[in-house]
């Protein structure tokens, strides 16, 4: 009340007139607690003001303390009660169409994404909207110009493999004139592995020790409708390695890169493969191991994700077989069934 009269005459001076007094308490921390103020109406003349000081708040105690608790402890099972409810919900609301494709392994957001104004009756009509949402690029064309074909991408997915079933495709298939360039002398065996095939189709080889000798080797085969560059397979996770890579790109200057992605990988490692050889140049995806793959659904989730076309995809280690050209059709259709 001394706080509350000073106050008045500090506003309207030491002749201020109190017209009226008035003590109150305010409930706090849900009721459990309460606050003690008081209200002063006083007067100058004809001017009025009612002052209400902030009133202090009361120190709680060991019960009220364990009372807040315990109501704050109800307050967040509730919270997490009604999540649950929410999620159970959108689980009950969500299409059997877009649930097909959750079990296929595509993720929840994208199915629902893709699939959110198709009724849940029109199956073809979901098939048409998935391919709809997967690029291709078509089959490499070395009808015009010479084509130079570089397969980058992690170790492990497939590049040299890949490389022998296209020179072997467009060698026996196409009648074209191809030659082989490899750089991957890191990996045992691979130059190896790589000679053999070139040995079996009667095609040239070179083995290329540094970026340097790549662009001479390139150089040498300039009348080949289509050279195969095999590149070393490096972790997405070494900046250094995948620097390096590049360097030797820049060199032997392709006019295709493919990023060869496998399709038994996780989730996480596809993104991370796309996210860093994408800064080398790559403009479309091969995609290796159809046959092993655990769901299908990471087709559409890397179309979705990655935003490049697929060239190519392989389904088996048998050359020149076991790899086709890429086809929205026949992609969506492995997408929508869950096996080839």
């Known amino acids: 009340m001394r706080d509350a009269l000073a106050e008045a005459r500090r506003r309207l001076g030491d002749e201020a007139a109190v017209l009226h007094t008035r003590q109150y308490d305010t409930p ?35 019960g009220q303390l364990n009372r807040v608790e315990n109501q704050i402890g109800e307050i967040r099972q509730t919270l997490a009660e009604l999540m649950s409810g929410l999620a159970v919900a ?14 296929n392994g595509v993720p929840e957001s994208i199915a629902a994404s893709v699939l959110a104004d198709v009724p849940p009756d029109e199956p073809a009509r979901a098939l048409k909207v998935i391919a709809s949402r997967i690029r291709c690029a078509g089959p490499i064309n070395c009808d015009e110009r ?45 130059v190896e592995q790589l000679s053999a095939y070139a ?25 080949k409708d289509l050279i195969i560059i095999d590149t070393v397979g490096r ?8 620097s390096e890579l590049g360097s030797f790109l820049r060199a032997v200057r392709p006019t295709e890169v493919h990023l060869v992605v496998s399709a038994s990988a ?3 490692a596809r993104k991370e493969a796309v996210d860093a050889f994408g800064r080398l140049g790559a403009d479309r995806i091969i995609l290796t191991k159809l046959d092993e793959c655990p769901q299908s659904g990471c087709v559409l989730e890397l179309a979705m994700t990655s935003l490049l076309p697929f060239s190519y995809v392989t389904y088996g ?24």
Do not use: C
Request: proline share 5%.
């Open 235 to 242: 972790s997405q996770r070494n900046e250094d390695h995948v």
């Open 266 to 268: 996780g989730s996480a």
């Open 317 to 340: 280690q048998d050359v020149p077989d076991d790899i086709a050209v890429a086809e929205t059709t026949s992609l969506a259709e492995f997408v929508w069934e869950g096996a080839l």
């Open 28 to 62: 706090v921390l849900f009721g459990l607690l309460r606050k003690r103020g008081v209200e002063i109406l006083a007067a100058a003349d004809t001017a009025a003001v009612a002052v209400t000081p902030q009133p202090a708040a009361a120190l709680p105690n060991a």
């Open 146 to 190: 010479q084509v130079r074909l570089a397969l980058i991408g992690p170790t492990g997915v497939g590049k040299t493999t890949t490389a022998a079933k296209l020179a072997a495709q467009y060698h026996l298939v196409h009648n074209k004139s191809v030659a082989l360039v490899t750089l991957d002398t890191y990996r045992i065996g691979a």
């Open 90 to 103: 959108r689980r009950r609301e969500q299409s059997p169409l877009a649930e097909r494709l959750v079990r």
């Open 199 to 223: 040995r079996l189709l009667n095609l040239p080889l070179e083995v290329a020790m540094s970026a340097e000798d790549g662009e001479a080797l390139i150089a040498r085969h300039a009348d």
